[in-house]
């Protein structure tokens, strides 16, 4: 078939260069476009990121000579384009948000890894595991914007949710509800952008804090678990979360410890360990590219998932999950792990992209 012309917003950052990485073979979208800041703008795209490039393979032939856009200059965005991939957080938050329903306006839909719009009831924030369903929204947030020309946002989670999100909802999908979670992150250096954490603050080190990331990874499960109402989604109520995130001396890969009590019903190991390797959704129903084939992947080595080892499974689009146990003071605990650069962030991002496809939004 014919591919679909695609630009991405943001595409010199970290994040941005993991969308040119990816989807350069992509079986059915084309980048035509990219934009980033007024710095950029105006110089080919091997200009303008060749100093700080990041990616572990050479710049993609198909895209060096693109002239990069400034992202606030709509006249010249390329007609051919159908959605944009934003991988984009101006120093405002708000003025991301607003440049992304500006595109939208224009009839533009925007395929976001910002935390711009997350919270915003109309916008749906995607998992396509977890809430395929979400992208109902969309006819809402149209009309409630007046936006008549078939654009849209729609977002992804916070990186660290993707390492324990889909095990948890598996169980809760089995009839297995969750009372309670306390959960301890472990997040790589990446999860910071370029150029991160100093190397004197991280080498021999653990940092107990990240700006912003306890409140995301305790709020935005509740909108990803919420269902659509009225005016958008709803969050879910029927779960307490408890976090606390760290960064590790780890260049790619979020790991978590999870410790889950359940409200009634408590299923055995081999019952979890059943759903875990049975789970399937709707992504991998349709065969969506970037969908792994296994979502949730259980080694039952001891000393398993380690990131080095295990973030790269499927694509990089898998949870590995491991040392599920006893917990002598919840039910159960257990240890996953997902790659934050790739589900995370621009292979989520894709995946996201592929399911709204697949659901004709464009």
């Known amino acids: 078939m014919d591919k679909i012309k695609i630009g991405v917003l943001g595409a010199t950052g970290v994040v941005g260069q993991n969308y040119v990485r990816l989807l350069i073979n992509h079986p059915w979208f084309e980048i035509v476009d990219v934009a980033a800041s007024p710095r950029s703008a105006g110089k080919t795209y091997i200009e303008a990121v060749k100093k700080k490039w990041q990616m572990i393979v050479p710049i993609p032939e198909k895209v060096k000579s693109l002239l990069v856009r400034d992202v606030q200059d709509f006249n010249s965005l390329n007609p051919e384009v159908s959605f944009v991939f934003s991988a984009m957080d101006l120093p405002n938050k708000d003025d991301t948000r607003k440049l992304e329903f ?48 078939g654009g849209f946002v729609a977002v992804k989670p916070n990186c ?17 509800k969750i009372d309670k979670v ?15 954490v100093p190397s004197l603050d991280l080498v021999d080190n653990i940092i107990p804090y990240i ?49 889950v009590k359940f409200k009634d019903k ?9 759903i875990w390797n049975d789970f399937k959704s709707l992504p991998q129903e349709l065969n969506l590219p970037f969908a792994p084939k296994q979502p949730i992947i259980y080694i039952d080595n001891e000393d398993r998932p380690q990131p080095r080892k295990d973030r790269d ?34 292979g989520g991002g894709i995946l996201n992209a592929e399911l709204l496809k697949a659901k004709e939004f464009f």
């Not at 306390?182 to 991160?196: D, K, M, N, R, W």
């Not at 408590?266 to 059943?274: A, D, G």
């Open 211 to 259: 700006s912003g990331e306890e409140a995301k990874s305790e709020e935005e499960p509740l909108k990803i678990l919420g269902k659509i109402g009225e005016k958008g989604i709803e969050n879910y109520k029927d779960i307490q979360i408890s976090t606390t995130c760290t960064r590790v001396p780890v260049v790619d890969g979020h790991t978590a410890s999870v410790n």
């Open 182 to 196: 306390i959960i301890t992150t472990l997040q790589a250096t990446s999860g910071a952008g370029y150029p991160g």
């Open 313 to 346: 499974n499927d694509k990089g689009m898998a949870v590995t999950v491991g040392r599920l146990r006893k917990d002598n003071v919840f039910d159960w605990k257990f240890v996953s792990l997902s790659h934050n650069t790739i589900r995370g962030a621009a």
């Open 266 to 274: 408590v299923p055995t190991r081999e019952e979890i360990l059943k």
């Open 160 to 176: 660290s949710l993707q390492s324990y999100m889909t095990p948890l909802y598996a169980l809760e999908q089995a009839g297995y």
């Open 102 to 149: 500006i595109y939208a306006s224009k009839g533009i839909p925007v395929v976001s890894n910002s935390s711009a719009n997350r919270r915003i009831v109309d916008v749906p924030m995607l998992i396509p595991e977890i809430n395929h369903k979400h992208v109902d929204v969309i006819p809402i947030q149209q009309k409630n914007r007046g936006i008549e020309n």
